[in-house]
Structure formats: structure tokens, C-alpha cells
């Protein structure tokens, strides 16, 4: 289940942003000022970090650019009613993926959220990201590299190497495999899944994916 952090001061709109994500199988931390999230952010990890702009306490603009020299890492939509170009500069200079302008509808928010969620790495200093000792991950270009090779994913496959990446040593459940690999117009399929498995196999080892019974799938990078 994903996990997302809520910084918005109006308390119907953060109830309202709060229940339809928690509908949608999001996990959704909600806070009110800025001081609250920044307690929060350092507590937990988060896959997205919702966040007002004027807040009290710590705005959302000094909050996400402070986050960002403590590595927080995780994607950032700024949710505002500011729509000055200067603005939206601030907001991408203090390290956000994306802006949204209030009023927004609910499916625009979501659409935003998943696309974040299924791109990747965020923010991520490194270059490579190490699998074993012949094999690393492009995190710039999303390439697989085998003995100074490039190799070629599927799409599918390319989605659950980077979910299995960010997630390294965690069992991470079916459920959520099939919320990420599908988008909300598509049939999940254990079939498929266990195909993309296979073929990740095959090429960066089947050590390297466990099979956790009833439970779901761990990966293992060599150390």
C-alpha cells in the first residue's frame, strides 16, 4: 500500500483529499500545519508527499527544500491556489515533481499521484543503482546494464524491477505488485505477473527475486 503525506490547512479540503485517496487503497497521513508535517516526515517514509503551499508554521515551499537537504527523497505535488510563474518556479526550485492548482477535481489529484508513483526514482543522487556485481540499474535513463551492456526490459518488466528496487529486502505483497504494474482500465493478472517474474529471472538471476508463499515477492541485491 502506498503511503502518502497530507499537508493541507483547510480542514474539509484535507477530509475530503484524505477519504478519497483512503478509497482509492492509499495510506494517508494528514496534517494541518507545517511544523506537524515536518515531525511526520522525518517519522516515516512516504511514496508522495502532498503539500499546501501557505500553511501555518512552516510553509510547503520551506518545508519540501529542507526536506530535500535530509535526503528525503519521495516525489512532491504542491497543491496551491498561487498561479504566478514566479511561484511555480519557487515551487520547482524548492524541489517539487509537480504543482496543482486549487480547485482541482479529485481524479486530476489521482492521476497525478499514480503517475508519480510509477515512475520511479526520485531525487535519487546516485547514478547507478547496484543489482550484483555484473549487473546495475541507470536510474537517468532507466537501463539495465549487464557487463557494460544494455539490455532491454519490457515495460511491464522495467515497472517491477524499479518497484522491486525501491523496496529492496521488503516482502512486498500481490496486491500491491498488481496496483502498480495496472493501470485502473486493466484486468490484473497472476498469469502475467508470474511471466514478468520469469523473465526478470532470466536475466539479473533468479536468486535475486524469492518467492515468498502467500505473501508475495522479495528482492535481493548482492551486497
Known amino acids: 500500500m502506498s503511503k502518502i503525506l497530507l499537508l ?3 480542514a474539509n479540503l484535507n477530509e475530503t483529499i484524505t477519504e478519497f485517496l483512503e478509497e482509492k487503497g ?14 511526520k516526515l ?17 510553509n510547503g515551499f520551506d518545508l519540501l527544500k529542507e526536506a530535500r537537504k535530509h535526503a528525503v527523497l519521495a ?5 496551491t491556489s498561487l498561479d504566478s510563474v514566479d ?9 517539487c515533481d509537480d504543482y496543482i492548482r486549487k480547485p482541482f477535481s479529485l481524479k486530476e489529484l489521482h492521476i497525478r499521484v499514480e503517475t508519480l508513483i510509477k515512475r520511479g526514482f526520485y ?7 547496484t543489482i550484483s556485481k555484473n549487473i546495475a540499474y541507470t536510474i537517468k535513463n532507466n537501463e539495465l546494464i549487464i557487463e557494460g551492456e544494455t539490455v532491454s526490459l519490457g515495460h511491464k518488466e522495467s515497472m517491477l524491477l524499479k518497484l522491486f528496487m ?3 529486502g521488503e516482502i512486498i505483497a500481490h496486491e500491491r505488485i498488481y496496483e502498480h504494474l495496472w ?6 493478472s497472476d498469469t502475467a505477473l508470474r511471466t514478468y517474474i520469469k523473465n526478470l529471472r532470466k536475466i539479473i538471476g533468479k536468486e535475486r527475486i524469492v518467492s515468498i508463499k502467500k505473501q508475495g515477492y522479495k528482492f535481493i541485491a548482492e551486497k
Open 87 to 95: 511561484d511555480l518556479e519557487k515551487g520547482f526550485n524548492s524541489g
Open 8 to 10: 493541507e490547512d483547510d
Open 166 to 168: 525501491k523496496n529492496e
Open 75 to 79: 516525489p512532491a505535488v504542491f497543491i
Open 123 to 129: 531525487h535519487e543522487t546516485k547514478e547507478l543503482m
Open 26 to 39: 492509499y495510506q494517508v497521513v494528514s496534517v494541518y500545519d507545517g511544523y506537524e508535517a515536518q515531525e
Open 42 to 58: 522525518y517519522e516515516s517514509q512516504y511514496d508522495v508527499l502532498l503539500l499546501d503551499v501557505n500553511t501555518p508554521g512552516i
Open 183 to 188: 493501470d485502473y482500465d486493466e484486468e490484473p
